[in-house]
Every structure is written in structure tokens, then in C-alpha cells.
């Protein structure tokens, strides 16, 4: 089992930028594939980015794409993501999510992991 931990989150102007991460307990964490998911009150939880266990595929939201990074330290059982250039649209709470192995063509569905954190809140003011 993993437990999943998120920090980093907070309070930023649009244009500004933050660094989430996300510390896994266990020993198998370059087992889990990996995912940030976000949820903005009143909207569905939606999918923001992932990356493989070895780090060396990520795939992104449309919405995030070149503003957003994903990476991952197996040695150090971390997981991060990078958010640059920040917006409005982009205040949500956000989780880190695991899954076993491949994540295959499946990498945007939640329902797929298995374990996920608390969350953190990441709020971008105009």
C-alpha cells in the first residue's frame, strides 16, 4: 500500500508560479505510475497530468500543456509538478494519485488509481 502526501500548495498572483509535491510512503513506488488531479468547487474532479514509473513518458491536459511539467524521483519517493504562468482558471485543490505499472491509454482516468492524497489548495488571484 501507499500513502500519498501533497505539500507546496498556496496563494499566488496570475502569471506567478508554484511547486507541488508529493511524498509516497512504501517501497514500491517506482511501481506506481502517477497522476495530479485537480477540483475546483461546484466542477468535477479532471485530470492534469501523469507520468510513467520510470519518468520517461508524460502526458498533460490541453489545459496545462507548456505551462505545466510533471516529474518524479524514484529515489527519493517524490513526485512533483511544476506550475508556471498560472491562471485564474487554474484555482482547484489537487491531488497526486497512484496506480500499478502502465497506465496505457488510460493515464486520464482517475478511476484507474488506486491510492490518493488529502489534496492541497492552490489559489490564483487576479
Known amino acids: 500500500q501507499v500513502q500519498l502526501v501533497e505539500s507546496g500548495g498556496g496563494l499566488v498572483q496570475a502569471g506567478g508560479s508554484l511547486r507541488l509535491s508529493c511524498a509516497a510512503s512504501?517501497?514500491?513506488?517506482?511501481?506506481?505510475?502517477m497522476g495530479w488531479f485537480r477540483q475546483a468547487p461546484g466542477k468535477e474532479r479532471e485530470f492534469v497530468a501523469a507520468v510513467t514509473t520510470t519518468g520517461g513518458t508524460t502526458d498533460y491536459a490541453d489545459s496545462v500543456k507548456g505551462r505545466f511539467t510533471i516529474s518524479r524521483d524514484n529515489a527519493k519517493n517524490t513526485v512533483s509538478l511544476q506550475m508556471n504562468s498560472l491562471k485564474t482558471e487554474d484555482t482547484a485543490v489537487y491531488y497526486c494519485?497512484?496506480?500499478?505499472?502502465?497506465?496505457?491509454?488510460?493515464?486520464?482516468?482517475?478511476?484507474?488509481?488506486?491510492?490518493w492524497g488529502q489534496g492541497t489548495q492552490v489559489t490564483v488571484s487576479s
Open positions: 494519485a497512484g496506480r500499478r505499472g502502465v497506465y496505457g491509454g488510460t493515464y486520464y482516468d482517475g478511476s484507474k488509481y488506486e491510492y
Open positions: 512504501g517501497r514500491t513506488f517506482r511501481s506506481y505510475a
